[in-house]
């Protein structure tokens, strides 16, 4: 079998502004944080799922970008139920790994969460797209040095030769001390623009 | 298939021991690697947790370099792909991948009290250090996924390779008793007050451990009989981040992708190594999935009586024991275990057994609505 993959959307979120398929969607003040940004995003869009301000920031980084590229798309809850979900960082879950370390780090300051500690891992934020959207298809999240194109591509490739997944939402959501960047989109039969590493690198880097 | 996909020499680092043969005959003694610690360092009261002493991994590591110089778990997995290397003879060449399989990583460089820089902490720097240890040439790829990264690492590193991308890959998982984990388990109430007891009436939580594992994973068989990876799977539950889905169903869904993909029934199952963490919640998860899947007449074990739960390595570390399973043609006792839990009927290995067996289902789940299974066969082939 030879499937060929297509990028058929995608959707960056950095410096406080979201752009889905090279159209601004928002843009607020780059100055504010992350939350800030996450919360007027959040208003913009008028959603109503107030589990999003339950979640990590790492998670609500991973959400936002999912739902408003899944917006965008004309998609079906059967494609949604067999869609792979394969994501990337270089930080992991450290951003919240360092909150949940500040709570155990002295005897007399000890103040350890479960609504903490179980953001501490990067995956997460992917199981909450997945629950949003009721997505069961294939998950896997990776960490590399850097933003990854070549690899993404080969894997989504794998999967759908392999029969395990028609379409897959691949990408890359990044949180840590120095700042915030996302970047997702559709690996599937039906996209124009072909899915190599040059053309998902060249998304990447103009948005 | 098309592209058969082999596992060749796995190496294991845990409580049990440093070698596969430590491990497997400790379990077919029926002991256990988790221990009453009494660690201030880690929790203000005793717990129970599988942990290796850090002087015993110091004293294996001098042959490979100086102790001082690298993280516990960095040197669990120097030693246990050193070991897979070894054995293996393997080339690395630029086919080749490196796999790394862990949920916290060295997530102790955090700690102030560690000496270590926090940069230690992040998964790429883990992976430099056993890239540039071992003369790896192309960027390891990181699997973080919850509780159910040691398996899936298989699957990528099958998937991957079936597609050409690869010719091998070396595929080692770790993670540490610390305690970031240990304090975090404990302020879900999940540990438990004594060894843990998976699919027991009597359980009453999960126990932690720590290992490394690793195998290599190619398209080359070097013995005359093998074990080949035949299917795999790995769905989310898309219902609860940190509790599984009550129906069973992305496991469900792991179970039948790696069957379909085998051409296998449930019948062909030999043996079963499931996740069972002793909590309710999971085993009961199990219990359906696994008859939803028709499989309840399997033997089953699960192996976290011996290892505690070893996170992103526990799939790995439990996969090998199967392995060596499959190889004795023999079924190894699912510790802990006395009177059923569950609600629905599983078919729980109670003593070792022989048995042969042929084919091999591993499972994991975790947080995250995570899961997945990988089918693994024996073939024999002639000369």
């Known amino acids: 079998m030879n499937i060929k993959l297509n990028i058929q959307a995608w959707c960056s ?34 959603w109503e799922y107030p589990k999003f301000f339950k979640m990590d920031r790492l998670s609500k980084l991973t959400f936002l970008t999912a739902e408003i590229l899944l917006k965008e798309l004309t998609i079906s809850s059967e494609e949604k139920e067999q869609l792979a979900v394969v994501l990337s960082n270089k930080s992991a879950s450290l951003d919240t790994d360092r909150k949940y370390q500040d709570s155990i780090n002295s005897i007399e300051n000890f103040y350890p969460s479960p609504a903490v500690f179980v ?81 998902i690198k060249k998304l990447y880097t103009q948005s | ?56 991994i110091d004293a294996t ?65 883990l992976g430099n250090k056993i890239q540039s240890f071992f003369g790896f ?50 302020t879900f109430q999940a540990l438990s007050n004594g060894p843990c007891k998976p699919y027991s009436k009597y359980r009453n939580g999960i126990s932690i451990g720590e290992a490394a594992a690793s195998v290599v994973i190619s398209s080359e068989k070097n013995k005359t009989t093998a074990i080949e990876v035949v299917g795999d799977g790995s769905c989310n539950d898309a219902n609860h981040i940190s509790g599984p889905s009550r129906t069973g169903e992305g496991l469900l869904k792991s179970v039948q992708s790696a069957m379909q993909e085998a051409v296998i029934s449930s019948k062909d199952i030999d043996l079963i190594s499931a996740h069972g963490t002793a909590t309710i919640y999971n085993d009961e998860m199990e219990a359906i999935a696994f008859n939803r899947a028709n499989l309840q007449k399997v ?27 499959m190889n004795q043609n023999k079924l190894f006792t699912s510790l802990g275990y006395d009177e059923s839990g569950i609600s629905e009927p599983l078919n729980i290995i109670q003593k070792v057994e022989k048995k042969t067996i042929n084919t091999f289902l591993k499972t994991a789940s ?16 002639e000369h």
């Not at chain 1, 960490?143 to 794998?158: C, G, I, R």
């Not at chain 2, 690869?166 to 388990?185: H, R």
């Not at chain 2, 033997?299 to 996170?311: A, D």
């Open chain 1, 13 to 46: 979120v950095q410096n406080g502004t979201v752009i889905c398929n090279g159209k601004k969607i928002v843009s607020t003040d780059n100055e504010q944080g992350f939350s800030e940004f996450a919360k007027q995003v959040y208003k913009n869009q008028q």
């Open chain 1, 119 to 199: 953001y501490t891992l990067p995956n997460i934020g992917m199981g909450e797209v997945c629950i949003r959207h009721k997505i069961q298809g294939e998950n896997a999240f990776f960490v590399f040095d850097d933003f990854n194109p070549l690899f993404l591509k080969q894997y989504a490739e794998s999967l759908a030769q392999n029969n395990k997944a028609p379409q897959v939402l691949c990408g890359w959501t990044e949180i840590d001390e120095k700042g915030y960047n996302s970047f997702l989109y559709l690996a599937s039969p039906n996209g124009t623009l072909p899915h190599t590493e040059e053309t």
């Open chain 2, 1 to 56: 298939m098309e592209n058969p996909i082999y596992i060749q020499e796995p190496s294991l680092i845990t409580p049990l021991g440093f070698s596969v043969s430590e491990n497997v005959s400790a379990i077919e003694k029926e002991q256990s690697g988790i221990h009453e610690q009494h660690r201030t360092d880690i929790l203000d009261t005793p717990f129970y947790a599988a942990m290796i002493a850090s002087e015993k």
């Open chain 2, 61 to 125: 590591f001098e042959k490979l370099g100086d102790p001082s110089k690298y993280l516990k778990l960095e040197k669990m997995m120097l030693l246990s792909v050193a070991e897979t290397l070894e054995k293996s003879k393997l080339h690395i060449s630029e086919k080749t991948a490196l796999i790394i399989a862990t949920t916290k990583g060295s997530i102790d460089a955090l700690d102030p009290d560690n000496s270590f820089s926090e940069e230690r902490a992040y998964l790429p720097v």
């Open chain 2, 137 to 186: 040439k192309q960027e390891p790829i990181v699997v973080s996924n919850a509780c159910v990264s040691g398996i899936l690492a298989i699957a990528i590193a099958k998937r991957l390779i079936q597609n050409n991308v690869y010719e091998n890959a070396v595929v080692v998982a770790g993670d540490l008793v610390s305690k970031f984990t240990v304090t975090g388990f404990n």
């Open chain 2, 299 to 325: 033997p089953l074990h699960s192996l976290k009586g011996y290892y505690g739960h070893t996170l992103g390595a526990s799939a790995l570390v439990e996969a090998i024991i199967g392995f060596e399973a």
């Open chain 2, 366 to 381: 975790g947080f995250g609505g995570s899961n997945a299974a990988v089918l693994f066969k024996k073939v024999a082939f």
